[in-house]
């Protein structure tokens, strides 16, 4: 489905995909951001592109994890693959979908995810963090560690959808507090989603195994590590994962895919329950492990 098709569905009119959808259009969908009761989070690993295409156990995993959400009335993904100099928010009507990949087939390339964009929660998300600034932008979109999951979830595409940026300046603390930050859209109605993977090593992937249940020996020891940390509520050892020897420095040689973890795990609640889903090592060294807390 094209912009132009979504938005007639919409009964928006107009001759511009980007004009025909004003703010004020936006914020009747949107609603305004009262309290509701609270939203989980989630963290998706996202794995490969092709999952957004294929029917597995992966995607059934995200089509099941959605019947047990109620319906959010917006959606904050916070993706591997944006990274930037700084903090930004897409604010946008109609983020694009990204085809941030190459070398795959072209029906994959043809996928389009016309989710509206919500340019209030963007500017919410900028009042709402004190602690530095946050960015408005216009330039991004919905990249693949977003849609690619989203669009199993809520295929659809009627829930606004915004991207928040990885700053690769700051530490794995400055991230996990900046999360904590972000913790009253939860009470808004935001579903929060990390989307990366916990263990994420490209370089050593066995690639004749590559859709296939397995994982090297630091593979797995290090995900179990992650997994244990999760379940005890052990936030400070998963902030400092770079402190946990050799396992670790395989299992996440650069901190992109992992970092969307720990903002998952700085909006988690005292008490809250923590359940793990679609937790498969594939190809040696990657693994699909998703959370779900509240």
Same mark, same amino acid.
């Given at each position: 489905m094209n912009?132009?098709?979504f938005l ?8 511009s ?6 703010l004020?259009t936006?914020?009747?969908i ?5 309290n509701?009761?609270k939203?989980? *989070?989630?963290?998706?690993?996202? $794995? #490969? =592109?092709?999952?957004a295409? %294929?029917d597995n /156990?992966? @995607?059934?995993?995200f089509?099941?994890i959605?019947?047990?959400?109620e ?5 904050l993904?916070?993706?591997a693959?944006w990274?930037?100099?700084?903090t930004?928010?897409t604010a946008?009507?109609?983020?694009p979908t990204?085809?941030d990949f ?8 043809? *996928?389009?995810?016309?989710a509206p $964009? #919500? =340019?209030?929660?963007?500017? %919410?998300i900028? /009042?709402t @963090? ?5 960015h ?10 977003a849609?690619?999951v989203?669009?199993h ?5 009627n829930?606004p959808?915004?991207?928040l ?5 700051k530490?794995?603390r400055?991230h996990?507090?900046?999360a904590?930050e972000?913790v009253?859209?939860r009470?808004k109605?935001?579903?929060i989603?990390?989307?990366g993977n916990? @263990? ?5 992937v066995h690639w004749q195994k590559?859709?296939e249940p397995?994982?090297y020996?630091w593979a797995?020891?290090?995900?179990t590590k ?5 379940l ?6 998963l902030i400092?994962?770079r402190?946990?020897?050799?396992a670790?420095?395989l ?11 720990l903002?998952?795990l ?5 008490g ?7 937790d498969e090592?594939l190809g040696g060294?990657?693994?699909m ?6």
């Open positions: 912009r132009r098709s007639s569905i919409l009964g928006i009119g107009g001759t995909i980007y004009g025909a959808m004003n004020n936006l914020n009747s949107l609603g305004p951001l009262e509701t009761p939203m989980p *989070v989630l963290f998706l690993g996202h $794995g #490969s =592109p092709m999952n295409i %294929e /156990q992966f @995607v059934r995993g089509r099941q959605s019947t047990e959400i319906v959010p009335k917006a959606i993904v916070v993706s693959h990274e930037t100099s700084g930004r928010v946008m009507q109609n983020p990204i085809h190459g070398g795959f087939p072209k029906a994959l390339f043809e *996928v389009q995810y016309p $964009g #919500s =340019p209030e929660l963007a500017k %919410e900028h /009042q @963090v004190q602690s530095m600034e946050v408005l932008d216009e330039q991004w979109g919905l990249d693949h560690g849609w690619t989203i669009r979830m809520y295929p659809e595409a829930i959808v915004v991207q940026s990885l700053d690769y300046r530490s794995p400055e996990y507090d900046l904590r972000l009253k859209l009470e109605g935001i579903l989603v990390g989307s916990v @263990v994420h090593n490209l370089r050593m590559l859709n397995y994982g020996d797995i020891e290090a995900n992650i997994k244990e940390n999760i005890n509520g052990n936030h400070k050892d400092n994962f402190q946990l020897g050799r670790f420095d299992a996440i040689p650069t901190p992109e895919h992992y970092l969307p973890l903002y998952t700085g909006l988690q609640g005292k809250e329950d923590v359940s793990l889903f679609n090592p060294s990657l693994t492990t998703s959370v779900k807390i509240g």
